[in-house]
């Protein structure tokens, strides 16, 4: 079964706008909660990640919030660019060794 | 500095041959993996690496097979291919695990 749940499937944003991506999980063994950015025809990159011992971490325009106790988690992309356009995945893991990836989100804004 | 590299980039397989998928890293990392990816399914563990000589399953390890005999090098081995296995397959690797990944640009596979 899916070990992370993530949603929605496909975002249309506007430039300007905030993206929100969400992401659910079970297994309360998950310690490590990283995005990854993937462009067409390249391999995902690493774009923030956050351990549950806080609520938010912000990089730039990139922003994961985080709640253990509802075992969700967020990316929030303020002020989205053209640019931004990707597959955004979401992933978890207990310990580092491995990863469970959500199943992606196509995001594509606007100009 | 490479990163992490895979070959080929593109193959195409008929049905029963087998073939290996190629990862080298050039970072010194003891972590190793390799994903594949599907449509509308995300990526899904295949096997992975802790460092030289050890090897774990992931979460779909059936119908491959996996190798570390040093730092830089994690070939994935399909025998007998089938076209459950048409995928785009990528290889990945961490210092510690939670530095998260660095992927390389992948294999995209189709059995015929």
């Known amino acids: 079964q899916q070990q992370v749940k993530q949603s929605p499937q496909s975002l249309i944003v506007q430039k300007g706008g905030i993206s929100i991506i969400n992401c659910a999980y079970e297994n309360t063994a998950f310690d490590y909660f990283p995005w990854y950015q993937q462009f067409p025809g390249k391999g995902p990159a690493l774009l923030i990640a956050i351990r549950p011992d806080v609520s938010e971490k912000k990089e730039g325009r990139f922003t994961i919030s985080f709640n253990k106790s509802a075992k969700q988690f967020s990316l929030h992309i303020m002020d989205s660019q053209p640019g931004d356009s990707a597959t955004y995945f979401c992933?978890?893991?207990?310990?580092?060794?491995?990863?469970?990836f959500g199943t992606g989100t196509s995001l594509t804004v606007i100009p | 500095n490479a990163g992490v590299t895979q070959t080929p980039k593109f193959r195409i397989l008929k049905i029963g041959q087998s073939m290996t998928l190629q990862c080298t890293q050039d970072m010194n990392h003891n972590y190793m993996y390799w994903y594949r990816q599907d449509p509308g399914m995300g990526l899904k563990l295949i096997y992975y690496?802790?460092?030289?000589?050890?090897?774990d399953k992931g979460e779909v390890p059936n119908g491959y097979n996996v190798s570390r005999s040093t730092t830089e090098d994690f070939p994935l081995r399909l025998e007998l291919a089938a076209p459950s296995q048409t995928s785009v397959y990528f290889c990945?690797?961490?210092?510690?695990?939670?530095?998260?990944?660095?992927f390389g640009s992948g294999t995209r596979l189709t059995v015929v």
């Open positions: 690496s802790v460092g030289a000589g050890i090897t």
């Open positions: 992933a978890a893991s207990p310990a580092g060794n491995q990863f469970y």
């Open positions: 990945a690797s961490s210092q510690t695990g939670f530095n998260g990944y660095t």
